[in-house]
């Protein structure tokens, strides 16, 4: 069914996480995280590869970025006895919407394309929807015997479809004080990406002693640039188009917004290396030793579209979009204002609720506006009127990016209002 990314809860990002392998305990359809003071996970490697979605990745939401993730964990048996080990491998953090319906392990297994095995041989893995705590979704289960000390390698691979969704830029996550209730469209974003959860690495006995993380991200990066946050086919601009007298943000979504990195860790803390395997250029995150600790371990691989224009074209359309919404909320204020004298005159003596009036549409407004997009390029405007909004998004404060010399100069003749 077709959805647009609009209505698709930020919710969606903030549960979805790729899964680390780990110690699951029980039967049946609630096993839980456990732990073993007998294997020790020694080492693991994870190699992230993004790919570009079955075009066109649309405002419906499908067709979205896969990655491709190949996992080595070398697993050591501490001890002189044989053990029995039930692994599992959860696609993600977080107790997601479910279903009744019966699971198809072979159809489910085949969607994910999710093999774990040794060199020697495939493990025969079964499904789960989800944990018995809900605290991870997706499970593949199987057991692993070792010998007495013996050290197995475990190579896990699957495929997994990105996560894309409306969002707001704030750092909170919460939108922009009251006062700023208008320049609220300034905050929005779809954000779209990959995640790894570290967290299940805990349940092994003691510590990992070398965690390395590698990802190629280069061409794609090159691919998301050029396409923007969704492909602008022309049935999809016209679907666009046919709905915003309904919704006119909507307009926002054509817009050919900036792309920005929103990794964890910072992108910066990445080195470049070269890929042992495949000898290509790659981004690489090493840990000696790696104790994850919980959810602020897990790896992001995010891609924010800041809905800022780009050229006067998009500004004008922007500003009708602000002037359209402040509109509507004095024509409500209005109603509200009369249905309240209305009760006063029939029901005197009656308390009544005050309604403070909304900000007019103004030319102050649109200084802020235009003040609001060169602080997002990088230049500073020392308007006191706009910097708790300012301090209240990630954006903030923003690196230099280019600046179409036309988009500049009209927005400097607002900032002078």
């Known amino acids: ?23 699951f305990r029980g ?18 490697e994870v190699v992230m590869q993004p790919l570009r979605g079955n075009w ?43 279903n009744n319906q019966p699971v198809n392990q072979s159809e489910i297994i085949a969607r994910y394309a999710f093999v774990a095995g040794t060199a020697d041989q495939v493990f025969p893995v079964r499904y789960v929807p989800y944990d018995g705590e809900k605290k991870f979704s997706r499970l593949f289960l199987w ?32 939108p922009s004080p009251p006062r700023y209730r208008h320049l609220r469209l ?13 967290e299940t690495g805990n349940s092994w006995a003691g510590e990992i002693e070398k965690a390395v993380f590698r990802i190629a991200p280069f061409e794609f990066e090159e691919y998301l640039a050029r396409r923007g946050p969704i492909e602008m086919t022309e049935a ?3 679907r666009l ?11 926002l979504m054509l817009l050919n917004t900036p792309m920005n990195p929103e990794w964890q860790p910072p992108r910066s803390q990445w080195r470049e290396a070269t890929d042992p395997r495949t000898e290509k250029r790659c981004l690489e995150l090493t840990f000696a030793p790696f104790k994850p600790r919980g959810k602020e371990d897990n790896l992001q691989i995010l891609y924010r579209f800041v809905m ?63 003040d609001i997009v060169l602080e997002f390029h990088g230049i500073a405007t020392g308007n006191e009127e706009i910097r708790e909004f300012l301090e209240h998004q990630k954006w903030y404060p923003a690196p230099p990016r280019p600046l179409d010399p036309a988009l500049k100069k009209r927005l400097k003749e607002l900032s002078r209002r």
């Open 1 to 23: 069914m077709k959805q647009s990314i609009l209505w698709i809860s930020i919710l969606v990002l903030a549960l979805t996480a790729r899964g680390n392998a780990g110690v």
């Open 27 to 44: 039967s049946g359809r609630t096993p839980v995280l456990g732990s073993t003071t007998r294997i020790q996970m020694v080492e693991e």
């Open 56 to 98: 066109p990745v649309d405002d419906s939401a499908r067709n979205l970025d896969p990655m491709r993730f190949h996992c080595t964990f070398r697993l050591r048996n501490l001890t002189d006895e044989t053990v029995t080990v039930p692994v599992g491998f959860p696609l993600d953090a977080g107790s997601l919407p479910g």
């Open 143 to 174: 057991e692993m015997t070792f010998r007495p000390r013996q050290e197995i390698t475990l190579y896990v691979h699957y495929q997994t479809d990105g996560v894309m969704g409306a969002a707001i830029t704030s750092k909170d996550g919460n």
């Open 186 to 198: 300034l905050e929005q974003s779809i954000i779209q990406g990959h995640f790894y959860v570290t």
């Open 236 to 238: 999809t601009r016209a």
């Open 241 to 251: 188009n046919a709905r915003q007298p309904r919704e006119p943000s909507l307009a």
């Open 308 to 370: 800022m224009p780009q050229n006067i074209e998009q500004l004008e359309l922007l500003l009708s979009c602000i002037r359209s919404k402040m509109e509507a909320a004095e024509q409500r204020y209005q109603r509200t204002r009369e249905t309240v004298e209305k009760l006063r005159r029939e029901t005197p003596g009656r308390a009544t609720k005050q309604h403070d009036p909304p900000i007019p549409y103004s030319p102050a407004v649109e200084k802020d506006i235009a």
